[in-house]
T-cell receptor, first 113, second 114 residues
Framework: SQTIHQWPATLVQPVGSPLSLECTVE??????LYWYRQAAGRGLQLLFY??????ISSEVPQNLSASRPQDRQFILSSKKLLLSDSGFYLC????????????FGPGTRLTVT | AQSVSQHNHHVILSEAASLELGCNYS??????LFWYVQYPGQHLQLLLK??????LVKGIKGFEAEFIKSKFSFNLRKPSVQWSDTAEYFC????????????FGPGTRLSVLP
């Protein structure tokens, strides 16, 4: 069966520090991968998605970047965090042939102080 | 740009009451529509989806949704809710041309009182 992992579960970082959140999927190959941010009362905002290694599409211009160095690994990064980067970050995957049912990970709660 | 609105922020019902959660989207072309649910302490999971065909879609746990193209709506319904339906419900849309750019609504929190 397929599983999705995200770490860390919680993170407190000072303003101006770098960020690296990791997401990995097991049990499938060539998945579509997604990064979302969930803000209280505002639902999920799609940040990036990837349909293959090295292929990243950005939905919202901001202080973050994403990379996919391996087939089942998706990394969300920032060089310098802003207070506004605080939030709950969710990774999700879907089958390449059926992109519409997404499977979500447990999420990372990021607090920028 | 696409957007999705959900009519209610928080809905409180008693068990056995009927449920209807509103969802409207703004997009002029063909769309795919979804309802996701997040139970307390669990991951988001798909409840039901609409791609084409019969506008009345049935999902898991007795939920259904009706796509009304003229109203740009995709409302979620359940004839009799249970305490276990307490969760947050999200409506989402993607363009129909195999688009990956999912747009989610802000969510509706449902509380079912025993």
């Amino acid at each position: 069966s397929q599983t999705i992992h995200q770490w860390p579960a919680t993170l407190v970082q000072p303003v101006g520090s770098p960020l690296s959140l990791e997401c990995t999927v097991e049990g499938t190959s060539n998945p579509n991968l997604y990064w979302y941010r969930q803000a209280a009362g505002r639902g999920l905002q799609l940040l990036f998605y990837s349909v293959g290694i090295g292929q990243i599409s950005s939905e919202v211009p901001q202080n973050l970047s994403a990379s996919r160095p391996q087939d089942r690994q998706f990394i969300l990064s920032s060089k310098k965090l802003l207070l506004s980067d605080s939030g709950f970050y969710l990774c999700a995957w879907s089958y390449g042939a059926d992109p519409y049912e997404q499977y979500f990970g447990p999420g990372t709660r990021l607090t920028v102080t | 740009a696409q957007s999705v609105s959900q009519h209610n922020h928080h809905v409180i019902l008693s068990e056995a009451a009927s449920l209807e959660l509103g969802c409207n989207y703004s997009y002029g072309g063909t769309v795919n529509l979804f309802w996701y649910v997040q139970y307390p302490g669990q991951h988001l999971q798909l409840l039901l989806k609409y791609f084409s065909g019969d506008p009345l879609v049935k999902g898991i746990k007795g939920f259904e949704a009706e796509f009304i193209k003229s109203k740009f709506s995709f409302n979620l319904r359940k004839p009799s809710v249970q305490w276990s339906d307490t969760a947050e419900y999200f409506c989402a849309v993607t363009p129909g041309n195999y688009g990956q750019n999912f747009v989610f609504g802000p969510g509706t929190r449902l509380s079912v009182l025993p």
